[in-house]
Each structure stands twice: as structure tokens, then as C-alpha cells.
């Protein structure tokens, strides 16, 4: 009986759990839509830079590469302007 008992406060947790995960992924996705479409509203590179590094997790370097531009370029131009930009798009 307590052993029974235990199972379904394990499977009850589980389930609350499964659910929650599957919530948090769902505002996940969401946020990550809104972040998206606010990076497509800027202007190239800044747009392009963006999405290499936040959304497809690129580094510096790798971007620098892709685009033809400088590290320097890349890391203390075009991703902090970029955020400048991206900070006065408004929602949609």
C-alpha cells in the first residue's frame, strides 16, 4: 500500500513536471520568435550579425570570418551598435 502510494506521488510529480517543461519550452520558443523578428527589423549587417550570435550562437570570430570583417569590427562595433539598434525596436 505505501509503496503504491509512493508511485502515484512520483508519477503525479513527474507529470507536473512534464508539464512545466513543456510550458517553459513553449515561452521559450515564443521569446525567441519576438527576439527574431525584432533582429529582422534592423538594417544589414547589424540584422545578419545579430542573428549569427544570439540566435545561432556564433562567436566573434566565427562571424568575422563568414562576413569578411575584422574581430575588432565584429566585437566592438556591429554586435554593440547592433544591441543600440535593437534596444529602440519597438514590439510588434
Known amino acids: 500500500k505505501q509503496d503504491q502510494c509512493r508511485l502515484e506521488e512520483n508519477i503525479d510529480r513527474r507529470e507536473k513536471l512534464e508539464k512545466q517543461i513543456s510550458d517553459d519550452l513553449l515561452n ?3 521569446l525567441q520568435q519576438a527576439i527574431t523578428w525584432k533582429i529582422e527589423q534592423l538594417p544589414h549587417p547589424f540584422s545578419t550579425v545579430l542573428t ?6 556564433e562567436s ?23 544591441i543600440k539598434k535593437y534596444a529602440k525596436v519597438s514590439e510588434k
Open 60 to 82: 566573434y570570430e566565427r562571424i568575422a570570418v563568414d562576413m569578411s570583417y575584422s574581430y575588432y569590427h565584429v566585437a566592438n562595433y556591429l554586435v554593440p551598435v547592433g
Open 52 to 57: 549569427k550570435r544570439f540566435v545561432h550562437r
Open 28 to 30: 521559450l520558443y515564443e
